[in-house]
């Protein structure tokens, strides 16, 4: 089994000077070594911190926003199960 998930957060400075931002998202965390969670890097932004504070599944992006400016933050993850296990909680 597979679910794979894809988001855009909008970060939008309408300050007249630039602002520095922190964008914190979490991901899945599997308990069982039967279940994988991957970032998709092709959907995810770059210059991520994975497990962010030592917290498993918590991304980190640090990065300045221009006076005006939007700045789309994208994340992409996939868990990966075996048919004969059941999850919940995505």
Same mark, same amino acid.
């Given at each position: 089994?597979? +679910? =794979? *998930?894809?988001? !855009?957060?909008?970060? +939008?400075?309408?300050?007249?000077?630039?602002?520095?931002? !922190?964008?914190? =998202?979490?991901?899945? /965390?599997? *308990?069982?070594?039967?279940?994988? @969670? &991957?970032? @998709?890097?092709? =959907?995810?932004?770059?210059?991520? =911190?994975? &497990?962010? /504070?030592?917290?498993?599944?918590?991304? *980190?992006?640090?990065?300045?926003?221009? /006076?005006? /400016?939007?700045? &789309?933050?994208?994340?992409?993850?996939?868990?990966?199960?075996?048919?004969?296990?059941?999850?919940?909680?995505?």
């Amino acid at each position: 089994n597979i +679910q =794979e *998930r894809h988001f !855009v957060t909008e970060i +939008q400075n309408l300050h007249s000077k630039p602002v520095d931002i !922190v964008v914190k =998202e979490t991901i899945p /965390a599997g *308990r069982n070594d039967k279940i994988t @969670v &991957d970032v @998709v890097k092709d =959907e995810t932004t770059t210059g991520y =911190e994975m &497990d962010s /504070a030592n917290i498993k599944g918590l991304m *980190r992006w640090q990065f300045k926003v221009d /006076a005006k /400016a939007k700045k &789309d933050i994208k994340l992409g993850w996939k868990v990966t199960w075996p048919k004969d296990t059941n999850i919940s909680g995505i």
